[in-house]
């Protein structure tokens, strides 16, 4: 069974930077191309971000609101994902939640989120 | 960017009934368009992908067509655990990968 844990979630002031983390099992990690995406409070999905496998090159794209401040990266020996973000605006705010790429990265398996606050 | 829309926003409908939503596409995503069902206080749950094809776990009663720019999500005889908010999301067309805004389906 596929299984996603967030971590690294909550409070922290504008401008400031937090490092958000996804240990997954249950599936060949190092092989599996990931996302993150993000629901802020009482609003729909948002997109974030993903990552390829490193056999496939690692790459990674961006939602153009977070491109430049936030960075996906991978440590496959820890079959971890993790989402550094920066200059954290208050509009950051959200649960932010890890995801598989199913065949053509739709998202077919969720972590159960967490809960990033950005506010002074 | 695709932009994804739904309708209704809020759906009304009695256990039993059936119920009917859509998404459309600012521009044809072909038949890369998955639905996620999402219950309160939890995480979206993959719900159907490539426009058509159950996600493990969902029963029959659910089913989805379209190609292009217009899809629908069925569910022909709604159980109490079905009322939830149901999103669908382009994988065709990336970065980004677009969601819809939701529709919610609660009770008449």
């Known amino acids: 069974e596929v299984q996603l844990v967030e971590s690294g979630g909550g409070l922290v002031k504008p401008g400031g930077s937090l490092r958000l983390s996804c240990a997954a099992s249950?599936?060949?990690?190092?092989?599996?191309?990931m996302n993150w995406a993000r629901q802020a409070p009482g609003k729909g999905l948002e997109w974030v971000g993903r990552?390829?496998?490193?056999?496939?090159?690692?790459?990674?794209d961006y939602a153009a609101p977070v491109k430049g401040r936030f960075t996906i990266s991978r440590d496959d020996s820890k079959s971890t994902l993790y989402l550094q973000m920066n200059s954290l605006k208050t509009e950051d705010t959200a649960v932010y939640y890890c995801?598989?790429?199913?065949?053509?990265?739709?998202?077919?398996?969720w972590g159960q989120g967490t809960l990033v606050t950005v506010s002074s | 960017e695709i932009v994804m829309t739904q309708s209704p926003a809020t759906l009304s409908v009695s256990p039993g009934e059936r119920a009917t939503l859509s998404c459309r596409a600012s521009?044809?995503?072909?038949?890369?368009l998955a639905w996620y069902q999402q219950k309160p206080g939890q995480a979206p749950r993959l719900l159907m992908y490539?426009?058509?094809t159950r996600a493990t776990g969902f029963p029959a009663r659910f089913s989805g067509s379209g190609s292009g720019t217009e899809f629908t999500l069925t569910i022909s005889s709604l159980q109490s655990e079905d009322f939830a908010v149901y999103y669908c999301?382009?994988?065709?067309?990336?970065?980004?990968?677009?969601f819809g805004p939701g529709t919610k389906v609660d009770i008449k």
């Open positions: 995801t598989t790429c199913g065949a053509d990265c739709y998202s077919d398996y």
């Open positions: 249950g599936l060949t990690f190092s092989y599996a191309w």
């Open positions: 990552i390829k496998s490193i056999p496939d090159g690692g790459t990674t």
């Open positions: 521009q044809s995503v072909s038949g890369n």
């Open positions: 490539g426009a058509s």
């Open positions: 999301q382009q994988y065709n067309n990336w970065p980004p990968f677009t």
